[in-house]
């Protein structure tokens, strides 16, 4: 009997819990993990919300698939009006949101790309394959005059992130047209100790490495790490510098553009993207049409430009 009552309570919690959501302007932001670029987004998406009159639930899943599977399908009983979601893994996170779809409740993808989602109605990010692009155009430009094959180490990212996948892409497109590079690839899957490991491997097996792309410039004191270990680092301009390029906008890539051990990073424009996934939402909780797509390409910046501009990166400090 007090099973009986209790499942009861539970219910009913969970009904009335429903019932309340369903009363209020409510978004379901479900987060991947917590660290900078990704707080920059998620401040973004709050602000928007705010202005728009909406409450924000949200949930973080400290990297754990299957406990962001959890919570979205808790999002889901609790009634909210949409889930944002930054997933862990595409392929684990599809039921809970084929849960959502089900319950009517509108799902907008920011910052990773789910392409093969049958639930997920919009998607707002990067352009990673172009900032993968930009990246490489920078190293295969300075790495222009170089005779004979060229070795250049890509640290890559996670490869069950479109992100990931998308700025080798576009970075492999890029230095292509060089005919002399010959790119070594290393797998890091975001991982600042795998990139110094890789890092290190790389340049015992291959000592000429002429340059290093970072699918994410926090991994560059990886690099200038190693490189100092070597007695390899120079700065830009300067007879044996290692060419350097990353993706992100952090204070590691800024600092080390200014520097010039970095000869320059592609940063995101995290403020957009957290406030479009919210108009997203709003318009699809209307019933409004929206574009399934929306991909914003970051900017470039130098030796030579990113001090001059460090009030639009966000990491610079």
């Not at 959501?21 to 900078?36: I, M």
């Amino acid at each position: 009997m007090k099973k009986f009552f209790a499942a009861v309570a539970a219910f009913t919690f969970l009904t009335n819990a429903g019932i309340a959501f369903a009363q209020e302007k409510v978004l379901g932001l479900s987060v991947d993990q917590l660290f900078e670029s990704r707080v920059g987004v998620n401040n973004a998406i709050k602000a928007e919300a705010e202005k728009l009159g909406y409450k924000v639930v949200e949930v973080v899943a400290d990297g754990d698939a299957q406990q962001q599977n959890a919570q979205v399908q808790s999002l889901v009983t609790q009634g909210v009006s949409a889930i944002l979601v930054c997933a862990v893994d595409q392929n684990t996170i599809e039921r809970a949101l084929i849960a959502a779809e089900r319950a009517g409740i509108p799902v907008v993808a920011y910052d990773r790309d789910l392409p093969g989602s049958k639930a997920v109605d919009a998607f707002v990010g990067p352009d990673s394959v172009s900032d993968g692009r930009l990246a490489g155009q920078l190293i295969a430009e300075k790495l222009q005059g170089a005779k004979g094959d060229v070795a250049v180490l890509e640290l890559l990212g996670a490869l069950n992130d479109q992100n990931g996948i998308d700025r080798s892409k576009g970075f492999n497109e890029a230095v292509a047209e060089n005919a002399h590079v010959k790119v070594l690839q290393i797998p890091t899957d975001w991982a600042s100790d795998r990139a110094l490991s890789g890092t290190q491997n790389a340049f015992q097996a291959n000592p000429a490495i002429a340059a290093v792309f970072a699918a994410t410039d926090t991994h560059i004191p990886a690099v200038e790490t190693v490189l100092t270990d070597l007695g390899k680092l120079k700065k830009a301009g300067e007879e044996g510098h290692v060419v350097v390029a990353g993706i992100n906008g952090s204070n590691d890539g800024y600092t080390a553009t200014v520097k010039g051990i970095a000869d320059g990073f592609v940063v995101m424009d995290l403020a957009t993207t957290g406030t479009t996934a919210v108009q997203l939402a709003d318009k699809l909780i209307k019933g409004e049409a929206v574009e399934k797509v929306t991909r914003i390409p970051g900017i470039l910046y130098t030796t030579d430009t990113a001090e001059a501009n460090k009030d639009k990166i966000w990491g610079a400090k």
